[in-house]
């Protein structure tokens, strides 16, 4: 009987757990939630990502290389491969999306490793397995290995990109004299305008709130002095004049004037610098609690810092009174911003569609995910991660399409419902995850194979259409149309794909060869 049912339902599947909680990795404070290790083995220096869909786009620094991962699964094709120079802050350094539309920032060469050129940020299309279509959008400074910036960011459909002072000291810089354009500030980069603020040393991360709109950075002080900013527009940073709070309100009025930029303290400042980099709000109803809080990673010390923000959500809330002057000055205590330790060099947080909250860290080749423990036990025990389907989407192109919406409303609004319907899943998923990741992938490789695939899989389809009409809600009932539906589907679909299978097997093999 099982076996019928496995035949019966090839087409159906949820998400294994790929993710495995590690031994020695980040701790974190909460008891609530716990850290996976989400993906594993992202060579040459992952920087920032940015979700496609239920897919992270994740970039590889030193070999110009956009990496997808699936499922929790890096997957070895390429998504895009750029010639980019390396040395120093250059490099693969930024990217974000809106929809399918991916743009992507980083340090142009002649080849991998080889000699700069210029910073560049492109858009591309997102077809699903390849950015596509590029178009040069902006090209910036790359005069120095330093301060290159490169974090982007979006919201409300206007894109935009840091970029550091990378060694020019104008009047972007708050100096009266020769300047060098796009240095030292926040640009919009999609649609074109004037620069959002000015007068930034250089960073590693800006982000929006998602309640009020508002642009937040952090900044990376010379040796002394990072910085946490919120960024309202025309905002200027104080680089090269001040880091960190000024000192009097005579120092900002020193300030040489430039446009109609306006000064303004930090947030937060480290007297001692920890290179400060991704910045994240958390909207999210798996992580209610932290709604109104904001986490920064660092480089320096691998440690995740959580701030409280204020109730109109233009500043942070302490405790310390040694944290009430808005400086964690060198021998006071960070107990009460520290979140977690030991994430290695943190280049990037973001929270998923799933609304987990999802950190890549540099130096572990690795990419995090802090779920409710609660949620991670669910998953275990029914593991439904509204995914799957791998075939019937490849065969058909998208999630989207009728025929595989009728296959997961199946699996969640009647399968479920019923305890052999769950049960069977349960076992169905292991089996279904043993080729199914393969037959997609053939699928996406052969316009052929697709097509059978599409042709072979209708008569299924259809049959089990007749399941969502059932008006299914007792075991027996269950039992008895799945049956029904197996006897009409099994002399076909048990030997059909066994012979599919073995030829299609013997045709890659001797492609291969
Ligand atoms: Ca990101
Ligand atoms: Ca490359
Ligand atoms: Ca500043
Ligand atoms: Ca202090």
Redesign the pocket.
């Known amino acids: 009987m099982k076996i019928l049912l496995l035949a019966l339902f090839l087409s159906l599947g949820v998400l294994p757990a790929f993710a495995q909680v590690e031994s020695d990795g980040p701790k974190i404070k909460d008891d609530s939630l716990s850290v996976e290790t989400y993906v594993k083995g992202i060579p040459n220096n992952p920087t920032t990502m940015t979700f496609v869909g239920d897919d992270i786009l994740v970039l590889q620094r030193y070999d110009g290389q956009v990496r997808l991962v699936r499922d929790g699964v890096l997957q070895d094709r390429l998504v895009l491969d750029v010639s980019v120079a390396k040395d120093g802050e250059r490099g693969m350094l930024g990217i974000t999306s809106i929809g399918s539309t991916v743009y992507v920032y980083f340090t142009a060469a002649d080849a991998d490793g080889g000699k700069a050129i210029e910073n560049r940020i492109y858009k591309y299309e997102w077809d699903g397995n390849s950015l596509v279509n590029p178009v040069l959008l902006k090209t910036l400074p790359s005069d120095n290995f330093y301060h290159n910036g490169g974090a982007m960011t979006n919201f409300d459909g206007q894109v935009y990109a840091i970029m550091g002072d990378n060694g020019n000291y104008g009047r972007l810089q708050n100096r009266a004299t020769d300047w060098k354009n796009d240095t030292s500030v926040i640009l919009r980069i999609d649609p074109p305008g004037q620069y959002y603020a000015m007068g930034v040393r250089n960073s590693f991360g800006i982000t929006f709130d998602p309640n009020t709109g508002n642009l937040w950075d952090t900044e990376n002080g010379d040796d002394e002095y990072d910085e946490i900013n919120l960024v309202p527009e025309n905002f200027n940073s104080g680089w090269i004049e001040i880091m960190g709070p000024a000192k009097n309100q005579e120092q900002i009025d020193s300030l040489p004037k430039y446009g109609n930029f306006v000064y303004s303290d930090p947030e937060f400042s480290w007297q001692r610098p920890v290179a400060p980099t991704a910045i994240s709000f958390v909207k999210s109803d798996k992580l209610k609690d932290y709604s109104d809080s904001v986490f920064v990673g660092d480089c320096n010390t691998g440690n995740l810092y959580r701030f409280k923000l204020d109730s109109d959500r233009t500043g942070f809330v302490f405790e310390s009174p040694?944290?009430?002057?808005?400086?964690?000055?060198i021998g006071?205590s960070a107990d009460e911003i520290l979140f977690g330790t030991d994430f290695g060099c943190v280049t990037d947080i973001e929270v998923g569609p799933d609304g987990l909250l999802y950190i890549v860290s540099l130096s572990e080749e690795k990419i995090y995910r802090i779920i409710p423990k609660v949620v991670a036990e669910q998953s275990n025990q029914k593991p439904d991660a509204g995914g799957g389907c791998l075939i019937a989407t490849a065969a058909y192109g998208t999630e989207l399409s009728t025929q595989v919406q009728m296959l997961r409303e199946l699996r969640d609004s009647v399968l479920f419902n019923t305890e052999s319907g769950t049960t069977f899943m349960a076992g169905f998923n292991q089996f279904y995850y043993s080729f199914s990741p393969t037959v997609a992938d053939w699928e996406r490789q052969s316009p052929v194979f697709k097509e059978f695939v599409r042709i072979a899989i209708s008569p299924m389809l259809s049959t089990m259409s007749i399941l969502n009409y059932a008006n299914i809600d007792s075991e027996q009932e269950m039992l008895g149309y799945g049956i029904g539906v197996v006897l009409l589907n099994s002399a076909m679909y048990f030997v059909m794909p066994i012979l599919a299978i073995v030829k299609i097997r013997q045709h890659f093999s001797k492609k291969s060869n």
Do not use: C, P, Q, R
């Open positions: 040694e944290l009430a002057d808005k400086v964690l000055n006071e």
